[in-house]
C-alpha cells in the first residue's frame, strides 16, 4: 500500500478517485480478489480512495466477514433461543437477550441477572508474536463482553500446540501462556478453565482460543448501534498507533507457508493496565446512563466500528478523523482505519450528556474525543484534514460484504481412515501392561498435569472463585447473598473431528455439557470457536460444513441455542490443515454455588459408582494416540438423549446433596478419571471391573460420569438412575494410598501423581 503519509503524495480523496477512475490499486496486496474489487467499484459507482480500500480489505476478509462460512453458520439462527429449564427440578426458563450479530451473546439467568459469554481466536497473532497475540487475545474478548454492558468476571483460555518436544512449542508455548497470564492478571480477573492440547497439526499453527464471562443486570445491557440523529461519537481509551495494521483481520486470513506466515504485519501491542481504567471508566458511564450505543475496537479497528456502529443503527455517521488521538503522527488514513491498536472503545452519547461523558473519562484519565457525529445520510463518511476520503453505505462494509458457497465434498481418504479401526491394534492382555498402560497415559502431553500452566494463572481474585483447574468445569459465584452462580466448560477432541466432523462436534458438545452438569450446573446455552484449516479445499469445507451440521442438531436435541461464536479459517502451515477443532463452550447456571459438585475424592471409605454405558471405543482415543500413534476408526457413538439424562441426574445429585464427588469420563476413559479424582488429596480406590479390563479402564465411551456417595445416599442415586433410566454400576470405595483394580494391579497414587505432574515442568525446564 502506498505511503499516502508524506506531503509529497497527493491525497486520495473521494473526488481524486472520480476524476481518475483508472489509477492502480493495490487491491490483491490487501487480500481482495477480482471479483471482490469489482464489487467495490459497483457499490460505489466509483474506483475507492486509499482509505475505502483499506476498509473493505480488512472489513471483507475471512476473520472479519465470514465470507466463507456464512451459509452454514445461519443455521444455529433455526435454533429457539428460549430454552425450558425443566431438568434437575432447577429453574423456571431462561431467555437469550442478546445472541448472534452482538458483540457476545446475553442470557437471562434469573434474580434480575444475565451473563454474557463468548470465546474468539488469535491463533495466527500468536505464532508471529506469542506473548503479545495471546495477551490481546485475553484484552479483545474482554472488551466484547464490557461492549455489552457486563462486568468482565473470568476468562478461559483452550489452547492448541503442535507436539510438546518440538523446539517450536518450546518457543511459542511460554509466551503464549505468559501473554495470558500477564494479561488477565494485570486485569485481576481469574482464569478458571480451557485446555492445553498437544498434536503435530498445530506445529506453525497453534491455536489461542480465548473466552470471557460478564454479568450485568438486565437494564444494563447495551447493544453496538449508532442511532439518534446528532448524537455524538466518542472515541475513547488508548491513542492509536502502528501496532496491527492489518493485524488480525489480514493475518487471519490465509494460509502460513512452510517457513512461516507471508505477511507478517505488526502483532496488536497490549496494555492491561489502560484496560482496567477502561473497564472501570466504562461501567461508571453505563451506570450513569451516558451511553446511547457502544463497540469495541478489536479487529479491523475504526473501520469496524465505525461501519457496524452506523449499519446497525439509522445508517449514517460523519467522522474527522483527523481528530483521532494518534501515538503516530506519521500515519496515514488508510493506516488509521486499519490499526488495531488495543485498548479502545467508541461510544454513541447524546450531546446533553457528552460533558458529563468526559468529566468521568477524565475521572479514569482516560483519553476521550468527539470524532464524529450521527447523521441521516444513509453514508459513512470520513474526512481528513477538511478533504472526504471516505463515502460509503456502511452496510456494505460492515454486513454486506461477499458470500461464497465454497465446494465442499467428503475426502476421498474419509472411507479408508474410518475403516482403519483401532479396535483392531495389540493391547495390554495382563495386569502389568494394564498398569503400565496407566502409567504412560497419565504422563502423556495431553493427559499430564497443566499446573505448569494453570500456576501462571491468578485463578482466585475477586475471591467468588468456586471451581476452576483441574475440575471438570470453571464456575464463579454472581450474587454473594443467594449464592447464585454459573460454570462454563470449553472442550474439543480434534481426533474425533477428523474421524468424524459431524459427530466430532457434537462429541464436543456433549463433553462441555457434560463438565458444567459434573458440577452441578445445568446447562443453559454454548458459544463456539471453530478452527479449521483454508476454506479452498474442499476437504477442509466438507469438515466445517459437518461440523456446523453436527452442532445445529446436537443443540436442537439438547435444546440449547448457539449465543454466538467465533470462527478462525485458513489454519495449516503449507499443505498440513489443522485437526478440524470445533470448541465448544457450554455456561451452565447453579441456583446455590454451595451445593456444587467437586471432582475430586473428598473422603475415604465411599462408594463408587460409574454412571452411563461403557462400550468397546477405542478409535481416537488416548490411547491409540500415545501408545500406537495411531487414528484410524470411528469415534465413540454420540447418544444425546443418554448426555441429557445423565445431565439431569448429576444435577439433582448436586443438589439434592446426594453425591460427594462427579467425575466426567472423556479422554483416557475410566482410568483417567479415577486417578485425577484421587490426586487432589491422594485417596485411594479399590476397584471390581466386569467383562474385558482393558476396554472397561481406556474405552472413551460418552454420556458417563464417575460419582462417589455416602453409604446412606446410595439408595437416593439408586433411585435417581432409575427415575431417568441412567444405567449405575457400583464399581467400588474410596480409601487408602493406593489404585486397586482387583485380580489385576495395584498401584500407589503417589507413584502414578508423580508420573502426571513431571511431563510438563521437564519438557519446560
Given at each position: ?538 476437504d477442509v469445507m466438507w469438515q466445517f460444513a459437518e461440523a456446523c451440521r453436527g452442532l445445529k442438531d446436537g443443540c436442537l ?209
Open positions: 500500500m502506498a505511503d499516502t503519509s508524506r506531503t509529497s503524495v497527493q491525497l486520495d480523496t473521494v473526488a481524486v478517485a472520480t476524476q481518475d477512475p483508472e489509477r492502480e490499486q493495490p487491491w490483491a496486496d490487501l487480500g481482495l480478489k477480482a471479483d471482490e474489487y469489482a464489487r467495490i467499484r459497483e457499490i460505489l459507482g466509483r474506483r475507492p480512495t486509499s482509505a475505502e480500500l483499506a476498509m473493505y480489505s480488512v472489513m471483507w476478509s475471512e476473520h472479519c466477514s465470514y465470507k466463507s462460512t456464512k451459509v452454514h453458520l445461519k443455521q444455529f439462527g433455526e435454533i429457539p433461543q428460549e430454552t425450558p429449564l425443566a431438568s434437575g427440578g432447577v429453574g423456571e426458563g431462561a431467555k437469550m437477550l442478546a445472541g448472534i450479530g452482538e458483540n457476545a451473546g446475553v442470557i437471562d439467568i434469573g434474580q434480575g441477572y444475565a451473563v454474557t459469554f463468548k470465546v474468539e481466536s488469535h491463533n495466527h497473532p500468536s505464532f508471529v508474536e506469542p506473548y503479545q497475540g495471546a495477551a490481546t487475545g485475553i484484552g479483545g474478548i474482554v472488551r466484547d463482553i464490557l461492549a455489552m454492558g457486563a462486568r468482565p468476571v473470568a476468562v478461559m483460555d483452550p489452547l492448541r500446540l503442535g507436539p510438546l518436544d518440538a523446539p517450536d512449542t518450546r518457543r511459542v508455548l511460554p509466551g503464549i501462556v505468559a501473554g495470558v497470564g500477564g494479561y488477565g492478571n494485570c486485569l485481576g480477573l481469574p482464569n478458571i478453565g480451557g485446555e492445553t492440547v498437544f498434536d503435530a497439526t498445530y506445529a506453525g499453527n497453534p491455536l489461542v482460543n480465548a473466552g470471557a464471562i460478564g454479568v450485568l443486570r438486565h437494564e444494563d445491557l447495551h447493544l453496538a448501534n449508532a442511532s439518534g440523529l446528532g448524537n455524538k461519537v466518542i472515541l475513547y481509551g488508548a491513542r492509536t498507533g502502528g501496532d496491527g495494521i492489518g493485524g488480525v483481520s489480514v493475518l487471519a486470513s490465509e494460509t502460513f507457508d512452510e517457513g512461516g506466515p507471508a505477511k507478517r504485519p505488526a502483532v496488536q501491542v497490549g496494555d492491561p493496565f489502560m484496560e482496567k481504567l477502561l473497564i472501570e471508566c466504562t461501567l461508571e458511564l453505563f451506570a450513569a446512563r451516558l451511553v446511547a450505543g457502544i463497540q469495541d475496537l478489536g479487529g479491523a479497528g475504526l473501520s469496524c466500528a465505525t461501519s457496524e456502529l452506523a449499519s446497525a443503527g439509522d445508517g449514517g455517521m460523519h467522522v474527522e478523523l483527523d481528530t483521532v488521538p494518534l501515538r503516530d503522527s506519521t500515519l496515514s488514513p488508510e493506516e488509521i482505519l486499519m490499526s488495531e491498536s488495543q485498548e479502545r472503545m467508541m461510544a454513541v452519547v447524546e450531546p446533553d450528556n457528552v460533558d458529563a461523558f468526559m468529566a468521568i473519562c477524565a475521572k479514569w484519565d482516560v483519553e476521550a474525543v468527539v470524532v464524529g457525529e450521527v447523521t441521516d445520510t444513509g453514508r459513512l463518511e470520513i474526512d481528513w484534514h477538511g478533504e472526504r476520503v471516505v463515502d460509503v453505505p456502511p452496510a456494505s462494509v460492515a454486513h454486506d460484504g461477499p458470500v461464497y458457497e465454497r465446494p465442499y465434498a467428503r475426502p476421498t481418504w474419509q472411507d479408508a481412515l474410518q475403516a482403519d479401526r483401532a479396535e483392531a491394534l495389540a493391547r495390554p492382555t495382563t495386569g502389568d501392561e494394564l498398569k503400565k498402560t496407566l502409567l504412560t497415559l497419565v504422563a502423556s502431553p495431553n493427559l499430564c498435569d497443566k499446573s505448569w500452566v494453570t500456576d501462571q494463572y491468578d485463578r482466585y481474585v475477586r475471591g467468588d472463585t468456586v471451581l476452576s483447574q483441574p475440575d471438570d468445569s470453571g464456575m464463579i459465584r454472581i450474587d454473594d447473598e443467594t449464592n447464585l452462580g454459573v460454570s462454563l466448560s470449553t472442550d474439543c477432541n480434534g481426533r474425533y473431528a477428523k474421524l468424524d466432523p459431524y459427530a466430532g462436534a457434537q462429541l464436543a458438545l456433549a463433553e462441555s455439557y457434560r463438565n458444567v452438569a459434573a458440577g452441578g450446573a445445568l446447562p443453559m446455552a454454548i458459544s463456539d470457536c471453530l478452527n479449521f484449516g483454508s476454506p479452498e479445499d474442499t436435541e439438547l435444546g440449547i441455542p448457539v449465543t454466538g461464536g467465533n470462527v478462525s479459517l485458513y489454519n495449516q502451515t503449507g499443505e498440513t490443515a489443522i485437526l478440524p477443532t470445533p470448541v465448544v463452550a457450554v455456561l451452565g447456571v447453579i441456583q446455590d454455588v454451595t451445593k456444587r459438585t467437586p471432582s475430586h475424592f473428598t473422603g475415604e471409605g465411599e462408594q463408587i459408582f460409574l454412571l452411563g454405558e461403557s462400550r468397546e471405543e477405542l478409535s481416537g482415543s488416548e490411547w491409540a494416540h500415545v501408545v500406537h500413534d495411531h487414528l484410524g476408526g470411528l469415534p465413540p457413538r454420540v447418544d444425546l438423549a443418554a448426555e441429557k439424562a445423565l445431565a439431569r441426574v448429576l444435577v439433582a445429585a448436586s443438589s439434592q446433596g446426594v453425591v460427594t464427588s462427579a467425575h466426567d469420563l472423556s479422554d483416557g476413559g475410566l482410568a483417567i478419571a479415577l486417578a485425577e479424582a484421587a490426586f487432589r488429596h491422594e485417596i485411594g480406590a479399590r476397584v471390581t471391573l466386569a467383562g474385558d479390563p482393558f476396554v472397561a479402564l481406556y474405552a472413551e465411551s460418552a454420556a458417563r460420569a464417575l460419582v462417589t456417595v455416602t453409604d446412606d445416599q446410595v439408595e437416593a442415586l439408586t433411585a435417581l438412575a432409575a427415575e431417568h433410566g441412567v444405567p449405575l454400576t457400583r464399581l467400588g470405595t474410596t480409601g487408602g494410598s493406593e489404585l486397586v483394580v482387583e485380580d489385576q494391579f495395584s498401584v500407589p497414587v503417589a507413584e502414578v501423581k508423580s508420573a502426571w505432574v513431571a511431563t510438563l515442568p521437564a519438557a519446560m525446564a
